[in-house]
């Protein structure tokens, strides 16, 4: 070979070169092309608006091309509303190094927060990320931490409970004391209620087992409960139902799976809907698009009325015509 053909072949081989390197960048920038991403999803507890959420986020993330057994796997964890479980969670999540975190229910991801300011977490079913500490502002987080909140329309709910049970005087609330959700909710619809007239009663508990004795506090003293989106009423709605029903007390929830599991009925959110904005949001952050600091926290938009029609015929309550058309119309 002379010395031109020599020449013309190292050329042809740095171009090639060249051309490959600049593959390799483009394709470097895209970080699913990188490796198959590990995503931690941490439950708090199961009862069926977690479980939904859960399930709404994996399908969200799928909908924008992360799909399971594909480009990402999950390590699923439920912590069964134990504090140390989600101590040991948390522990594992980030000596796996994972590329991001879905924490579902406040408690979750303040654990989760606590334990990392490096791995990007997003957050549903959680009320309030400022009144949590897990954000600086709704609209600039500034953390590592974003998300979509389950903030009820309480005010609307309480309208609703006073439309399907007019004769209301005075109004019980059970929620869990520990729960910052639940305090929010409670204090809320609280002032809204003693606006409208009524006298309230509380009822806290620590965990399922205090939930029978804080029913059985409130009977005789009211005509109806509210229990607000709490996750440890939610996971023994049947234990309180057994009570309050005995009674004849009408129970009204803050969200749709704690009405059919015991309650009456609700204006509320669709938690699958929520986890699977929530998994949107995961998407822009996993393909570089946005980081959890500067992703405003999230809202779902629309609510529906949800009537437990076994619980209607329990007590003998007469829904207004106007909401049984609103619930038939919402069905369509």
Do not use: W
Not at 135 to 156: H, R
Not at 204 to 217: G, K, L, P, R, W
Not at 314 to 322: H, Y
């Amino acid at each position: 070979m002379n010395l031109g053909k020599i020449c013309t072949f190292l050329v042809c081989v740095l171009v090639l070169g060249g051309v490959s390197g600049c593959g390799t960048d483009k394709k470097a920038e895209n970080p699913s092309a990188k490796k198959v991403l590990n995503v931690g999803i941490v439950q708090l507890v199961e009862h069926p608006a977690l479980d939904a959420a859960n399930k709404g986020f994996v399908d969200g993330l799928a909908s924008k091309g992360y799909k399971e057994s594909q480009n990402i796997t999950f390590d699923r964890q439920n912590a069964q509303a134990d504090q140390s479980n989600l101590q040991t969670i948390a522990q594992r999540f980030v000596s796996n190094k994972v590329d991001l975190i879905c924490a579902i229910a406040t408690p979750a991801a303040q654990t989760m927060a606590n334990a990392t300011n490096s791995i990007p977490i997003v957050g549903t079913a959680i009320t309030d990320y400022k009144e949590a500490r897990l954000v600086k502002s709704d609209a600039q987080p500034g953390t590592n931490v974003t998300g979509t909140t389950d903030m009820n329309p309480v005010k609307e709910q309480i309208d609703l409970l006073l439309k399907i049970v007019p004769n209301t005087h005075i109004l019980g609330f059970i929620y869990t004391s520990s729960e910052v959700n639940s305090q929010l909710q409670v204090a809320i619809a609280k002032k809204y209620a003693q606006a409208k007239g009524l006298k309230t009663l509380e009822a806290t508990v620590s965990n399922v087992n205090d939930i029978q004795q804080a029913a059985q506090s409130l009977v005789g003293k009211c005509d109806a409960i509210y229990v607000p989106t709490d996750n440890v009423l939610a996971s023994a709605m049947p234990t309180l139902a057994n009570v309050t029903n005995q009674a004849g007390i009408p129970v009204f929830c803050g969200e749709g799976g704690m009405t059919k599991a015991g309650g009456v009925a609700t204006l509320g959110i669709d938690y699958y809907k929520l986890g699977f904005q929530t998994g949107v949001m995961a998407a822009d952050i996993l393909n570089g698009k946005s980081k959890p600091a500067d992703m405003a926290i999230q809202a779902q938009k629309g609510f529906k009325i949800i009537v437990n029609e076994e619980q209607v015929k329990k007590l003998n309550i007469t829904i207004p015509a106007e909401i049984v058309k609103q619930v038939k119309d919402a069905s369509k």
